[in-house]
T-cell receptor
Framework: RKEVEQDPGPFNVPEGATVAFNCTYSNSASQSFFWYRQDCRKEPKLLMSVYSSGNEDGRFTAQLNRASQYISLLIRDSKLSDSATYLCVVTGLPGEYGNKLVFGAGTILRVKS | DTGVSQNPRHKITKRGQNVTFRCDPISEHNRLYWYRQTLGQGPEFLTYFQNEAQLEKSRLLSDRFSAERPKGSFSTLEIQRTEQGDSAMYLC??????????FGSGTRLTVV
């Protein structure tokens, strides 16, 4: 079983739609959680961190459920520019691999006009 | 110094040849990481350095792979006797302890 699992998609949505991505992780001791965005043939870039209390950044809302080991990302009012691969990321145990990031395989989002 | 720099951006090599990639991290970052990403997958951890010390290596890093960070600044990743399965994007990232990563643009390796 992979450490971080995501639905690969693709999710094809019209502009203005609301779309949600989910992710599960297997290591209950994981400390930190993130969503990264990756455009085609580019490097991953941090979209937002994820906290148990939930956090919002403009049209993006992230949520963590530690009990279920589940992370979500909600995108409201989708824009064409949101088209990308969204990577769910957790960190390893404290001190393990210098806080290495463990990535899911990514969920592809395509927003169409 | 505006970010993490990786060279070359692209490399095409014949099977069996050796290749070396370079990463220049953000200057004040003491941690440097190498990841590998194949098509349709997320990046996979290969190894990391804190200053010049290589503190951890993934099982993905076979004996044909070696990484160095001789003065705690830039790093090199060498692959000996390349195989077609080595074709991937090799990503370097740097960070300060306790802070987030910054990734470089990657080196795309194609082994023919």
């Amino acid at each position: 079983r992979k450490e971080v699992e995501q639905d690969p998609g693709p999710f094809n949505v019209p502009e203005g739609a609301t779309v949600a991505f989910n992710c599960t992780y297997s290591n209950s001791a994981s400390q930190s959680f993130f969503w990264y965005r990756q455009d085609c043939r580019k490097e991953p870039k941090l979209l937002m961190s994820v906290y148990s209390s939930g956090n919002e950044d403009g049209r993006f809302t992230a949520q963590l459920n530690r009990a279920s080991q589940y992370i979500s990302l909600l995108i409201r009012d989708s824009k064409l520019s949101d088209s990308a691969t969204y990577l769910c990321v957790v960190t390893g145990l404290p001190g393990e691999y210098g806080n290495k990031l463990v990535f899911g395989a990514g969920t592809i989002l395509r927003v169409k006009s | 110094d505006t970010g993490v720099s990786q060279n070359p951006r692209h490399k095409i090599t014949k099977r069996g040849q050796n290749v070396t990639f370079r990463c220049d991290p953000i200057s004040e970052h003491n941690r440097l990481y190498w990841y590998r990403q194949t098509l349709g997958q997320g990046p996979e951890f290969l190894t990391y350095f804190q200053n010049e010390a290589q503190l951890e290596k993934s099982r993905l890093l076979s004996d044909r792979f070696s990484a160095e960070r001789p003065k705690g600044s830039f790093s090199t990743l060498e692959i000996q006797r390349t195989e077609q399965g080595d074709s991937a994007m090799y990503l370097c990232a740097s960070s300060l302890v306790g802070y987030g990563y910054t990734f470089g643009s990657g080196t795309r390796l194609t082994v023919v």
